[in-house]
């Protein structure tokens, strides 16, 4: 099973930017589609993007598109989430998750539940 460290995380003004990292474990990287997901205290943990695994598919939450980017370097066994414009309702806890879709599904899920394995989460706080 993969294994995900995220990084990156901060305290940033709103309107700021950060790149949060996700390095994963092992040499089977590309046989897994990756997400972003987020949770704020008091707030179920929500989706905020995926990326297939070959990087070509990605797909973003309506409150991030356009502001977030997520990325992916095979080579580097690393997704990242470039998140700017923040605003303080971004505020949460940052989760990577990863998903064995093996070596022919280029596809990634919004559902939570079908990712086997997560990080242990990054901070972002953002001050208005």
């Known amino acids: 099973q993969v294994q995900l460290v995220e990084s990156g995380g901060g305290l940033v003004q709103?309107?700021?930017?950060?790149?949060?990292?996700?390095a994963a474990s092992g040499r089977t990287f590309s046989i897994y589609a990756m997400g972003w997901f987020r949770q704020a205290p008091g707030k179920e943990r929500g989706f905020v993007a995926c990326i297939s695994r070959s990087g070509g598919r990605t797909y973003y939450a309506d409150s991030v598109r356009g502001r977030f980017t997520i990325s992916r370097d095979n080579a580097k066994?690393?997704?990242?989430?470039?998140?700017?414009?923040?605003k303080p309702e971004d505020a949460a806890v940052y989760y990577c998750a990863?998903?064995?879709?093996?070596?022919?599904?280029d596809s990634c899920t919004f559902r939570p539940n079908e990712y086997a394995a997560w990080g242990q989460g990054t901070q972002v706080t953002v001050s208005s």
């Open 14 to 22: 709103a309107g700021g930017s950060l790149r949060l990292s996700c």
């Open 77 to 86: 066994n690393t997704v990242y989430l470039q998140v700017n414009s923040l």
């Open 98 to 105: 990863a998903r064995n879709v093996g070596p022919t599904d």
